[in-house]
């Protein structure tokens, strides 16, 4: 049937063949053909869309190498990685520490214990005072800390056996409790305990100092093994009433590394800072061992 437009009974519009000799203008045939190969090009466009996003989905977050920031995970496996030295060179210092026990007689030599306590003691102002981040400062720190511990645990194991195991047991359960407490929200770091913990720091160190001065000079009041610590106060030796407030002190400065890990992962902090959060809380593990292992150093003297 004709169609009452005169233009529309054209073959060219009825006969999709005529579309390339029609001498110029644009075709129905062609215009359809475009239509569909344009939804064709956007269907398949928005395929490629879908499966872009629907593989991003899927791929895995950006981890800390990728983002360059700090994160948990990134900062554990720094912190396993320095406790992991300090086990090693804890082991040379054990193993050089009782190389002169040959008898009854002889004592685990301290050359081992000096020299990883200079040696920690100046790193540890390096890497505390230092503008930058340098891991290697850090791991040659738990090395030199490593040697200490060892050497020391090796000259109170002599004296006292057992006492390591007993040393260590304590402290990983004042750690796993601290970072219990922390995780759970019921134990954070403020302003006001901060103030209180610095002041009795400054006190402690002095009356450290103090300690080791007059047993230097061997002065009567610092009679005894421990020096001040020996002294008793209502029957209750005086190391063991400090001991327990440094304990304290000692859980209380973990909760401030756990929150300098925390702040710094909050706010995006670059990756190198994960070395001092396992540095802060390496120095702490080791200071609250060496408390716990004079603890029951005390207990059992007494």
Not at 3 to 9: E, G, M, R, W, Y
Not at 129 to 152: D, N, Q, W
Not at 162 to 173: D, N, S
């Amino acid at each position: 049937m004709a169609s009452a437009n005169p233009a529309f009974n054209n073959p060219a519009f009825q006969d999709p063949r005529a579309v390339q000799t029609y001498p110029g203008g644009t075709r129905a045939a062609g215009i359809g053909g475009q239509t569909q190969t344009a939804a064709a090009q956007q269907q398949a466009q928005a395929a490629a869309v879908n499966a872009q996003l629907e593989g991003q989905f899927a791929a895995p977050p950006a981890g800390a190498v990728e983002t360059d920031r700090m994160t948990v995970e990134d900062t554990v496996y720094k912190t396993i990685g320095l406790f992991a030295v300090l086990v090693v060179t804890a082991v040379v210092g054990w193993v050089w520490s009782m190389s002169t026990v040959t008898g009854p007689g002889t004592a685990p030599t301290m050359l081992p214990w000096i020299v990883g306590l200079i040696g920690g003691f100046v790193l540890a102002m390096v890497v505390s005072f230092s503008k930058t981040v340098r891991p290697a400062l850090i791991f040659a720190y738990a090395a030199f800390e490593g040697l200490f511990v060892g050497a020391i645990s090796a000259f109170f194991e002599y004296i006292y056996p057992g006492i390591v195991f007993q040393a260590t047991l304590a402290t990983l359960a004042v750690v796993g409790v601290t970072l219990a407490l922390f995780a759970s929200g019921k134990v954070r770091a403020s302003k006001r305990a901060t103030k209180i913990w610095m002041i009795a720091m400054i006190g402690y160190l002095v009356f450290s100092l103090v300690n080791v001065v007059l047993m230097l000079f061997n002065a009567p009041i610092a009679g005894g093994a421990f020096g001040l610590y020996s002294q008793k106060v209502f029957g209750i030796p005086l190391g063991l009433i400090i001991g327990v407030l440094v304990v304290i002190m000692a859980a209380y400065s973990l909760v401030q590394d756990f929150d300098f890990i925390q702040q710094g992962v909050r706010n995006k902090a670059p990756r190198k800072y994960g070395w001092l959060g396992g540095f802060g809380i390496m120095v702490t593990v080791v200071w609250l061992y060496i408390e716990i292992l004079r603890i029951i150093a005390i207990a059992r003297s007494n």
